[in-house]
């Protein structure tokens, strides 16, 4: 498939594969600091160029290893993306709190919520010291709307566009950021934040996915309709469709329900029919679709970069998404990549 760099913002070009680089910031499980240091490095010699990562994953972890490999590089070779909305604290009376949703193997820190004008301008300046950078290419708001926050939803929207939202949006006049949006889990706080915020872009993770697509399409019409382009992360469902010949363990960061887990071994089936790799599909897929600008994928070794690679470059028969729509695993509406 032809893979062309989509511009975000005035003058943020990513690669269509991205790096995410929550695996490297020890999610579930420790990843040592030569294979992330490995990873990085095979995905710049493989030709990657977008970096996502966050304040939360790992507490630092994963920004100041993106940052011992950034060190030295022309600042124009690369795209790096950050989050704020968290602070990362060693407090002795703070680290050992985790809270729900916090997935990574480290010790001694937490990452704590502020979204305020002030909780934005610390996390970005800790994020520009982690990184080694003096600027950041596209910064999203970090895990707004009800399925993280519940009741405190309203009032963690009211601080997003008073507050948080305006802090960056001044960043970005400011030079210091070239584009600015957020990065969530689900579509109903993209809805509702769209028509009241001017956004540069999204980043949705794990819902316009081979996986699934129901959540996701009212949030894929409105981007495409008012032009604001889509990252999507989490590809593989946080894990279940990477390994290569059956589905992993997790899916929204927790262990697999029985039902998503039967969805899954179904794609499985159907893709290995048509001789398939579930990964090359789930990569490529979203990638049909006008609004998606790349895709970005969780990578803690070089041999996973070097497979996500060629995940991309895979041939995948027309047939295959003909199949998988005849069998209800994709929606009968869904865009799909061209036949081979």
Not at 65 to 72: E, I, Q
Not at 81 to 100: F, I, N, Q, Y
Request: glycine share 10%; net charge neutral.
């Amino acid at each position: 498939m032809v893979l062309e760099r989509h511009t975000i913002g005035s003058n943020v070009r990513v690669s269509p594969l991205g790096f995410g680089g929550a695996a490297i910031g020890n999610l579930y499980t420790q990843v040592s600091e030569d294979d992330a240091l490995g990873a990085l490095e095979a995905a710049f010699e493989q030709g990657i160029r977008y970096f996502d990562t966050a304040p939360f994953y790992g507490h630092g972890l994963s920004e100041e290893r993106m940052g011992r490999v950034f060190a030295g590089r022309p600042r124009d070779r690369f795209v790096v993306s950050t989050k704020v909305g968290r602070l990362v604290s060693r407090e002795p009376s703070r680290r050992d709190t985790r809270a729900r949703g916090d997935v990574f193997a480290v010790e001694g820190s937490c990452a704590v919520f502020d979204y305020s004008r002030e909780g934005v301008q610390r996390s970005f300046e800790a994020s520009l010291k982690r990184l080694g950078v003096t600027r950041i290419d596209i910064l999203f708001l970090h895990d707004i709307g009800r399925l993280t926050h519940g009741e405190r939803h309203a009032e963690v929207l009211r601080l997003a566009l008073e507050e948080a939202l305006p802090a960056m949006a001044q960043l970005r006049a400011t030079g210091a950021v070239g584009a600015l949006g957020i990065g969530v889990n689900e579509q109903e706080v993209c809805l509702e934040v769209m028509p009241r915020f001017d956004l540069d872009c999204i980043m949705l993770a794990g819902r316009y996915t081979l996986l699934e697509q129901r959540n996701s399409a009212e949030l894929m019409a409105d981007a495409q309709a008012r032009g604001v382009p889509v990252l999507v992360a989490g590809a593989y469902n946080s894990g279940l469709l990477g390994p290569a010949r059956a589905p992993g363990a997790t899916y929204n960061y927790t262990p697999v329900d029985a039902v998503t887990l039967e969805r899954a071994r179904n794609l499985y089936a159907q893709c290995a029919l048509e001789g398939v790799d579930v990964g090359a599909a789930a990569l490529q897929f979203p990638l049909a679709h006008p609004s998606v600008a790349g895709v970005v994928a969780g990578q803690r070794t070089r041999e996973e970069v070097l497979s996500s690679v060629a995940r991309m470059k895979a041939p995948i028969p027309g047939r295959l998404w003909e199949r998988l729509k005849r069998t209800g695993l994709l929606s009968a509406d869904a865009l799909v990549p061209g036949a081979v």
